[in-house]
């Protein structure tokens, strides 16, 4: 019997595309996870492999759909060899039922890996050489200085804010982001005009 797994990813959230390709390929079941990063639990696929019996196959559309590093993809190769179960890609042509495909299914899956690396070591590159000419990467931050200083004000004055919900709709930010910079404490010794 073909099994299906599918594995959204942060580009690619998704998953019908694999879905439809499994189908085509002949899965009978297809079993599909919402996993981001390198996250290592991944239910639906241990649901897929406590399902399979000897014999069967697993099938996925691409390599990195079934793991997000060398490691991750070799245990899993091992469970799979160890229960008699083959691995087809499609994307990749590796079919493990064949010598040919177990060699090529390896080859690939040092290169997937190696490039995952390149990848990394590129982005961290990058990051460095960014913040070393000054430049700040990411968002801009919510609470500046001078920010935080008209919320401490607001806060002081309870006539013209007597809720601290005042001061979070007037100040437009979060109530969570607020009581990052805001303790009760400090709240209380802003309103009693202590600070």
């Given at each position: 019997?073909?099994?299906?797994?599918?594995?959204?990813?942060?580009?690619?959230?998704?998953?019908?595309?694999?879905?439809?390709e499994l189908r085509k390929?002949?899965?009978?079941?297809?079993?599909?996870?919402?996993?981001?990063?390198?996250?290592?639990?991944?239910?639906?696929?241990?649901?897929?492999?406590?399902?399979?019996?000897?014999?069967?196959?697993l099938v996925v559309w691409?390599?990195?759909?079934?793991?997000?590093?060398?490691?991750?993809?070799?245990?899993?190769?091992?469970?799979?060899?160890?229960?008699?179960?083959?691995?087809?890609?499609?994307?990749?042509?590796?079919?493990?039922?064949?010598?040919?495909?177990?060699?090529?299914?390896?080859?690939?899956?040092?290169?997937?890996?190696?490039?995952?690396?390149?990848?990394?070591?590129?982005?961290?590159?990058?990051?460095?050489?960014?913040?070393?000419?000054?430049?700040?990467?990411g968002r801009p931050r919510?609470?500046?200085?001078?920010?935080?200083?008209?919320?401490?004000?607001?806060?002081?004055?309870?006539?013209?804010?007597?809720?601290?919900?005042?001061?979070?709709?007037?100040?437009?930010?979060?109530?969570?982001?607020?009581?990052?910079?805001?303790?009760?404490?400090?709240?209380?010794?802003?309103?009693?005009?202590?600070?």
């Amino acid at each position: 019997m073909l099994v299906g797994y599918a594995r959204v990813s942060a580009l690619d959230q998704n998953p019908e595309l694999q879905i439809e390709e499994l189908r085509k390929a002949g899965c009978a079941r297809v079993f599909s996870d919402k996993v981001y990063g390198m996250k290592r639990e991944r239910p639906k696929l241990q649901e897929a492999l406590d399902y399979m019996r000897a014999e069967d196959t697993l099938v996925v559309w691409k390599l990195s759909r079934l793991a997000q590093s060398m490691n991750q993809v070799m245990r899993t190769v091992k469970e799979l060899q160890k229960r008699k179960i083959e691995l087809k890609v499609l994307t990749q042509r590796i079919d493990t039922n064949t010598p040919e495909g177990t060699l090529f299914f390896h080859i690939n899956a040092v290169f997937d890996q190696f490039q995952r690396e390149i990848l990394a070591e590129n982005t961290t590159a990058s990051l460095k050489s960014v913040s070393e000419h000054g430049r700040i990467c990411g968002r801009p931050r919510v609470m500046t200085e001078e920010k935080i200083q008209l919320l401490r004000a607001m806060v002081r004055d309870s006539t013209s804010y007597p809720f601290i919900s005042d001061v979070i709709v007037a100040g437009k930010i979060a109530r969570k982001t607020f009581y990052k910079y805001f303790s009760v404490d400090e709240i209380k010794a802003l309103r009693a005009g202590k600070k």
